[in-house]
């Protein structure tokens, strides 16, 4: 006889409650509420909505400008009293095409003035803000409007459009889209221009908006943002008001931000405001101090103009920002990992210190901060006043999994109670992801990924059980062979490591893919060893034995540095492409997706293993 008990409705119910007892800092369900990480609820920072910090800024510096976009007539500029008023005519146009409370309103186009209005006039109106990346197929668009409920779609033009309408028969939720970028090329029910969807607000009064607002609570959700993988569902990560108005004034703060009638910060915007770290820094912390923030080109990330370290290191420090362009900026900023030792020291030789910031979507995008008289190379600065890091499961040099806790971590993952709660335990802590150490000076030191089970591990594990960190020897790689754009070191349950490479290919500035031509740099070097080299082809197919003795006397180079014999590569391959976002090896912010790799070169890789002629 089975001893299993089914559970009746009422039971499942107690449960449930009993559950978030335990956990009251985290919540699964869209129209949630939770309890906020305050120690001491005298001295820390009073709950306000996102309506809240935009109005008060709207109120006190009124006629200070807000936006501006580069149109072909000139530039467009919206003050911060004309900013929260377009917002709440947005906000009134959601209600007027039916906009539900905690259902989605799903943003999906280049940055601009109508991002970030559409963003915020749909907080306003009682739904959630959902950033979704340009790069999007319509599957992932798909399953992201069925999970957040996506009433209303936001797009900037015809190709972003053409993938809402193969899949709108599936959206049981949707009733509008509005198109807020060139002319309407689609006739259809529904469909409106952004001018179209503002007029809308008119049959809607303020105190129907007035009441909808005064209805919202800080501890309460309005932001939804996405972390799509190769390997495993979808995850909505909840942010609150509390999450977003918190961590907006704690990061301004800490970074110094000046405030008008003093001076007003500019801020120049480039990176997708659907990654929350740009998200915050761009939009949400310009709001905080009334700065002014301009909206990029779109062509701004396809310039590539070298960083000519010979010719800038004979300039001045100001003669040498002028000529990399960056002569009016005061801080320099890193959001995650990524950048190189000698990247740093080159800025660094330039009086232009780099200063690294750390964060995770569930962290709202920031959690350590590094400042101009406070950083240390190689760190990510300190923790966010009244926000805590921690490190659990230490290794013989104190490097372990990062643990952090504030007012800053995320509510949880929406309907996703079993992923929240491993995420988040009964005190508020979230598990990073992340491995690392704290100094005795508390300056955070990230390393890598870490080896809970909770996330994908950078960590490779060899079939003889040693676990190696492939961050360190694919930088090694890369210092040595200066040709290598990005190196991938695999290897995981396999005897020994094998390393994936990429050469510096010039972009294609209209489609973002890399082409078949060498970059000027990778062209200079090979003349350097007497290769004839100028495409990627021509090493590849051709064979060219000298840049392939240079590649391989870099990885033998490499190899002798390390400690264990384990960690050497032991063969490689040159890939027939650069990585690229549009391909798919990288994320919205350049950062490599080692599961994304795995799953593309998949043939290489078991290529590299399939004659095994490794003599151990």
Same mark, same amino acid.
């Given at each position: 006889?089975?001893? &299993?008990?089914?559970?009746?409705?009422?039971?499942?119910?107690?449960?449930?409650?009993?559950?978030?007892?335990?956990?009251?800092?985290?919540?699964?369900?869209?129209?949630?509420?939770?309890?906020?990480?305050?120690?001491?609820?005298?001295?820390?920072?009073?709950? @306000?909505?996102?309506?809240?910090?935009?109005?008060?800024?709207?109120?006190?510096?009124?006629?200070?400008?807000?936006?501006?976009?580069?149109?072909?007539?000139?530039?467009?500029?919206?003050?911060?009293?004309?900013?929260? $008023?377009?917002?709440?005519?947005?906000?009134?146009?959601?209600?007027?095409?039916?906009?539900?409370?905690?259902?989605?309103?799903?943003?999906?186009?280049?940055?601009?003035?109508?991002?970030?209005?559409?963003?915020?006039?749909? @907080?306003?109106?009682?739904?959630?803000?959902?950033?979704?990346?340009?790069?999007?197929?319509?599957?992932?668009?798909?399953?992201?409007?069925?999970?957040?409920?996506?009433?209303?779609?936001?797009?900037?033009?015809?190709?972003?459009?053409?993938?809402?309408?193969?899949?709108?028969?599936?959206?049981?939720?949707?009733?509008?889209?509005?198109?807020?970028?060139?002319?309407?090329?689609?006739?259809?029910?529904?469909?409106?221009?952004?001018?179209?969807?503002?007029?809308?607000?008119?049959?809607?009064?303020?105190?129907?908006?007035? %009441?909808?607002?005064?209805?919202?609570?800080?501890?309460? &959700?309005?932001?939804?943002?996405?972390?799509?993988?190769?390997?495993?569902?979808?995850?909505?990560?909840?942010?609150?008001?509390?999450?977003?108005?918190?961590?907006?004034?704690?990061?301004?703060?800490?970074?110094?931000?000046?405030?008008?009638?003093?001076? /007003?910060?500019?801020?120049?915007?480039?990176?997708?405001?659907?990654?929350?770290?740009?998200?915050? #820094?761009?939009?949400?912390?310009?709001?905080?101090?009334?700065?002014?923030?301009?909206?990029?080109?779109?062509?701004?990330?396809?310039?590539?103009?070298?960083?000519?370290?010979?010719?800038?290191?004979?300039?001045?420090?100001?003669?040498?920002?002028?000529?990399?362009?960056?002569?009016? &900026? %005061?801080?320099?900023?890193?959001?995650?990992?990524?950048?190189?030792?000698?990247?740093?020291?080159?800025?660094?030789?330039?009086?232009?210190?780099?200063?690294?910031?750390?964060?995770?979507?569930?962290?709202?995008?920031?959690?350590?901060?590094?400042?101009?008289?406070?950083?240390?190379?190689?760190? &990510?600065?300190?923790? #966010?006043?009244?926000?805590?890091?921690?490190?659990?499961?230490?290794?013989?040099?104190? @490097?372990?999994?990062?643990?952090?806790?504030?007012?800053?971590?995320?509510?949880?993952?929406?309907?996703?109670?079993?992923?929240?709660?491993?995420?988040?335990?009964?005190?508020?802590? #979230?598990?990073?992801?992340?491995?690392?150490?704290?100094?005795?000076?508390?300056?955070?030191?990230?390393?890598?990924?870490?080896?809970?089970?909770?996330?994908?591990?950078?960590?490779?594990? #060899?079939?003889?059980?040693?676990?190696?960190?492939?961050?360190? @020897? $694919?930088?090694?790689?890369? %210092?040595?062979?200066?040709?290598?754009?990005?190196?991938?070191?695999?290897? /995981?349950?396999?005897?020994?490591?094998?390393?994936?490479?990429?050469?510096?290919?010039?972009?294609?500035?209209?489609?973002?893919?890399?082409?078949?031509?060498?970059?000027? $740099?990778?062209?200079?070097?090979?003349?350097?060893?007497?290769?004839?080299?100028?495409?990627?082809?021509?090493?590849?197919?051709?064979?060219?034995?000298?840049?392939?003795?240079?590649?391989?006397?870099?990885?033998?180079?490499?190899?002798?540095?390390?400690?264990?014999?384990?960690?050497?590569?032991?063969?490689?391959?040159?890939?027939?492409?650069?990585?690229?976002?549009?391909?798919? $090896?990288?994320?919205?912010?350049?950062?490599?997706?080692?599961?994304?790799?795995?799953?593309?070169?998949?043939?290489?890789?078991?290529?590299?293993?399939?004659?095994?002629?490794?003599?151990?």
């Amino acid at each position: 006889m089975s001893s &299993c008990k089914t559970l009746s409705p009422k039971e499942r119910d107690r449960q449930s409650e009993a559950k978030a007892k335990e956990h009251p800092y985290c919540t699964s369900k869209r129209d949630g509420e939770v309890h906020l990480r305050q120690e001491d609820t005298f001295t820390s920072q009073a709950p @306000i909505t996102v309506h809240d910090m935009v109005m008060n800024t709207a109120i006190k510096y009124a006629n200070y400008i807000a936006l501006g976009s580069k149109h072909r007539n000139g530039w467009h500029l919206l003050t911060y009293i004309e900013y929260y $008023e377009e917002c709440r005519r947005a906000a009134k146009a959601f209600l007027k095409l039916g906009l539900e409370r905690f259902h989605g309103v799903g943003i999906m186009g280049l940055n601009s003035e109508e991002w970030v209005i559409a963003s915020i006039g749909a @907080i306003m109106a009682g739904g959630f803000s959902v950033g979704i990346l340009a790069t999007n197929s319509p599957k992932a668009c798909q399953v992201i409007a069925e999970s957040s409920e996506i009433d209303i779609f936001v797009v900037d033009n015809d190709r972003q459009l053409q993938k809402i309408i193969q899949i709108q028969g599936s959206l049981k939720h949707l009733k509008a889209i509005v198109q807020y970028k060139e002319e309407i090329r689609t006739r259809m029910q529904n469909l409106y221009s952004w001018r179209g969807f503002l007029d809308l607000a008119g049959s809607v009064s303020e105190d129907t908006l007035d %009441r909808v607002i005064d209805s919202q609570k800080p501890n309460q &959700c309005c932001t939804l943002v996405y972390s799509l993988s190769a390997t495993s569902p979808p995850k909505a990560m909840m942010l609150s008001h509390d999450n977003i108005t918190w961590t907006t004034l704690a990061t301004a703060q800490r970074l110094s931000y000046k405030c008008p009638p003093e001076a /007003q910060e500019i801020l120049v915007n480039y990176l997708p405001l659907s990654y929350m770290g740009a998200q915050l #820094l761009d939009m949400w912390v310009s709001i905080s101090v009334a700065g002014a923030l301009y909206f990029a080109q779109p062509d701004a990330l396809r310039t590539h103009p070298p960083l000519c370290f010979g010719l800038a290191k004979r300039l001045t420090f100001n003669q040498a920002r002028k000529f990399l362009g960056l002569h009016h &900026c %005061r801080q320099y900023f890193s959001l995650g990992l990524g950048l190189s030792r000698a990247t740093l020291d080159y800025f660094l030789s330039l009086n232009m210190p780099i200063l690294a910031l750390y964060g995770l979507s569930e962290s709202t995008g920031i959690h350590t901060v590094s400042r101009q008289h406070d950083f240390r190379l190689l760190s &990510c600065g300190k923790s #966010l006043p009244r926000t805590h890091i921690k490190t659990q499961n230490e290794d013989d040099e104190g @490097i372990g999994d990062i643990y952090i806790w504030g007012r800053n971590v995320f509510m949880g993952y929406l309907n996703d109670e079993e992923n929240t709660q491993e995420k988040i335990d009964a005190h508020g802590w #979230l598990c990073t992801g992340d491995l690392g150490f704290l100094d005795t000076d508390k300056f955070l030191y990230v390393v890598g990924n870490t080896r809970a089970p909770c996330l994908h591990a950078d960590i490779i594990t #060899l079939s003889s059980g040693e676990r190696i960190n492939p961050n360190p @020897i $694919e930088e090694r790689v890369k %210092r040595y062979i200066p040709l290598v754009r990005y190196v991938v070191v695999v290897g /995981q349950d396999a005897p020994y490591l094998c390393a994936l490479l990429t050469l510096k290919c010039q972009i294609n500035t209209e489609t973002g893919e890399p082409r078949n031509a060498l970059t000027s $740099e990778a062209v200079a070097l090979c003349r350097q060893l007497r290769s004839q080299s100028t495409r990627l082809s021509d090493i590849i197919y051709d064979g060219d034995p000298v840049v392939l003795e240079f590649i391989g006397q870099g990885i033998d180079a490499a190899n002798a540095e390390v400690t264990s014999h384990s960690a050497k590569i032991m063969k490689w391959t040159i890939l027939r492409t650069d990585f690229s976002v549009a391909g798919g $090896e990288l994320g919205a912010t350049t950062k490599l997706k080692r599961a994304m790799v795995a799953r593309i070169y998949q043939a290489e890789i078991e290529n590299l293993y399939e004659e095994d002629d490794y003599d151990d």
